[in-house]
C-alpha cells in the first residue's frame, strides 16, 4: 500500500495522518508538495490532510483545490484511485467537485472542538469495511466550517445511492437535532463518490489511533486502507 | 479596465456571519434593521477595453474560482 499525503500551506494535519498510515501499514508515507504536478509512481491512495489550507481565504479549500497536485489528483481518483480527505480535506475535495456539496459554516457559529459519536452508514467500501453497518464510533472533530450542504437533489442523491459514510449521532446511535454539532444536512458527516473510492469526513480518524490518546476507534478506517 | 464583482450567498442559504452581525446591530441599538446578508466583494483591474470579453472572462472567473456556485450568485460590474 504506498500512501502519498499532500501537504498544502497551512496544513497541519499530515504528520497525524501519516504517523497513523505508517503504523498499519509500515511504510512511510510520500509527503507530497502541493506545488508537484506528479503524485509518486505507484501511489494507492491520496489523503489530503485536515488544517488551515491558505488561512481558509476566499472559501476553505477553495485555494488548495486549484492547485497543481490537484489535477494529478483528479487523474489519480478519475483511474479509480482511492483518495481520502480529512476536515480541510474534505473541504477541499468538495471545491475541487470530487465530491459533492459544500461545507459551509457551522450553523452555531462557532468553532467546536471535542470528541462526537458518529454512525457507520456504509460499511461495504474500501474505507468503511473494518466496522460494522450501524456501529457507534467516537472519533474527534475540530472544525469552524463542516456545515454540509448541498442541492436537495443532490442530498437525494446521496442517500439513495448509499454515499453516506457517517453520521453525527449521540452514543445510542440516534441522529437527531441534539446530535449533530454543526447544522449539516441529515447529520451528514461523511460522504463518498458515486464510485466509492473518494472519501471526505469531516471528522478526524487520525486521532484515534492510540488506545493512551483517545481510543482507537478510527484504526479499523486505515487497517482497511492498507489491507 | 476596472470592474467589481460580488458573491452573495443565495436566498435560502443560511448566513450565520450574516445573523451574528445582524445581533450584533441590534444590541449596538442600531434599530430598524430587518436582515443582513453577508458577502463578497471583488475590485478587479483588467487588460483591454472590450466590455464584452472582460465580461466572459469575469465569469469564468467567478465560475472556476471567485463563487462556489453551489450556494453563491455573483454579479458582474464593468467600468
Known sequence: MKAAVILFPGSNRERDVARALKKVTSHEPAIVWHAERDLPNGTDLVVLPGGFSYGDYLRCGAIAARSPIMEAVRDHAARGGLTLGICNGFQILC??????????????????????????????????????PGQVVKFVIAHGEGNFQAEHETIRAIEDNGQVAFRYCDANGEVDDASNPNGSENGIAG???????????????????????????????????AA | MKARVTVMLKSGVLDPQGKAIEGALRSLA??????????????????????EAARRTLSEACERLLANTIVENYAIEIG
Open chain 1, 95 to 132: 471545491e475541487a467537485g470530487l465530491l459533492p456539496g459544500v461545507l459551509m459554516r457551522n450553523a452555531g457559529m462557532r468553532f467546536i472542538c471535542k470528541m462526537q459519536y458518529l454512525r457507520v452508514e456504509n460499511a461495504g467500501t474500501r474505507f468503511t469495511r473494518g466496522y460494522a
Open chain 1, 191 to 225: 460522504v463518498f463518490n458515486e464510485r466509492f473510492n473518494v472519501l471526505g469526513l469531516m471528522p478526524h480518524p487520525e486521532n484515534v489511533i492510540d488506545a493512551l490518546v483517545g481510543g482507537v476507534e478510527g484504526r479499523p478506517l486505515f487497517e482497511a486502507l
Open chain 2, 30 to 51: 442600531i434599530n430598524d434593521v430587518r436582515a443582513v446578508r453577508q458577502g463578497k466583494l471583488f475590485d478587479i483591474e483588467l487588460d483591454g477595453e472590450d466590455h
